[in-house]
């Protein structure tokens, strides 16, 4: 399965401007790309994400969807990283954001 390309947005104000890759989670429930199970395996949840396209830096802890992940912030400029659940990144579907970007640019 091939990586879904991420929806690229950028925000600005007069002084600065970010540009964001978001994973594509929306596209991918939509068309049924993602493993669906009732107890997710540790290549799974990766898999998974991967078809959304986080950039994934390791897995902390495995516990079906309350897995803890580690990815790249979207912010291509950011050399951050963020720890959420499988959870709060497909299900809910949050923005990776570091919390240092600027919050006047969160729109």
Known sequence: M???PPIVKTLADDKKSITLHIPNVRYAK??????????????EVLKNKEICGFD????SLFKGVQS???T????IN?????????YN?????E???VNHVPKLLMV
């Open 72 to 75: 790249n912030c979207c912010n």
């Open 89 to 93: 990144y497909v299900t809910n579907q």
């Open 30 to 43: 939509e068309n049924d790309l993602l493993i669906k199970a009732k107890r997710f395996k540790p290549e």
């Open 78 to 86: 950011c050399d951050g990283t963020i720890e959420k659940t499988y």
């Open 68 to 70: 803890k992940i580690i």
């Open 56 to 59: 994934i830096v390791s897995m």
């Open 2 to 4: 091939e990586r879904i």
């Open 95 to 97: 923005i990776l954001i």
